[in-house]
């Protein structure tokens, strides 16, 4: 167990729709960070907050988006759902956004996209 | 532009043997080179991770190589168990960015 903490651990919606991936970072850690692990693309980096602010964007498309609250939970809107979206979403934690921090990974929000 | 090249995509292997995973990189501002290993159904784990100063770590059976020249890495799995099968991600990263960029991933298959 990392630690890191995502609900829901499924979710299955239609083409279209609206849905919220949540995170909750390791204790202590303030750097969150967000990636998509598809058959095609591998595990992509989406974005990365630290302490509530947004710090780096990677490939996310325009209908996601994210955001770090005070209490540094993280949560991945994604919206006008595709067919292509369907993946895994991983959320991972450090405790500072330093290269060589072991990042740490929840289990994963695993999207089916109808 | 995949940043971080790995290979071979698939790996099996008999039990004790010693796999190999081999990873090539562009950017030459990486510092920080791990590898995750990830089961089904969960999220990727650090197993090791090495910095370009270093041009070997070894922790238990696996060791990474490194060859900073070259720009490439690899995982190499000593005395393979069964337990060993999964997937293997090799990954690099840099201040200036610290997001992982990951390789495709090797699957990997010891059979017993």
């Known amino acids: 167990d990392s630690g890191v903490t995502q609900t829901p651990k499924h979710l299955i919606t239609a083409t279209g729709q609206r849905v919220t991936l949540r995170c909750s970072p390791r204790?202590?850690?303030?750097?969150v960070y967000w990636y998509q692990q598809s058959l095609d693309q591998g595990l992509q980096f989406l974005i990365q907050?630290?302490?509530?602010?947004?710090?780096a964007k990677g490939n996310i498309l325009e209908r996601f988006s994210a955001q770090q609250f005070p209490d540094l939970h993280s949560e991945l809107n994604l919206s006008s759902l595709e067919l292509g979206d369907s993946a895994l979403y991983f959320c991972?934690?450090?405790?500072?956004?330093?290269?060589?921090?072991?990042?740490?990974f929840g289990p994963g929000t695993r999207l089916t996209v109808l | 532009q995949q940043q971080v090249k790995q290979s071979p995509q698939s790996l099996i292997v008999q039990k004790g043997g010693i796999p190999i995973i081999n990873c090539a990189y562009e950017?030459?501002?990486?510092?920080?080179f791990p590898w995750y290993q990830q089961f089904p159904g969960k999220g990727p784990a650090l197993l090791i991770a090495?910095?370009?100063?270093?041009s070997e770590k070894k922790e238990g059976r696996f060791t990474i190589s490194f060859n900073k020249s070259a720009k490439q890495f690899s995982l190499h799995i000593m005395d393979s168990q069964p337990g060993d099968s999964a997937t293997y991600f090799c990954?690099?990263?840099?201040?200036?960015?610290?997001?992982?960029?990951f390789g495709k991933g090797t699957t990997l298959s010891v059979s017993s």
């Open positions: 991972a934690s450090s405790v500072a956004p330093t290269s060589g921090d072991t990042q740490y």
């Open positions: 204790s202590g850690d303030l750097s």
């Open positions: 907050y630290y302490n509530g602010e947004e710090r």
């Open positions: 950017n030459t501002a990486f510092d920080y």
């Open positions: 090495i910095r370009p100063d270093v």
């Open positions: 990954a690099a990263s840099n201040q200036a960015g610290t997001a992982l960029i």
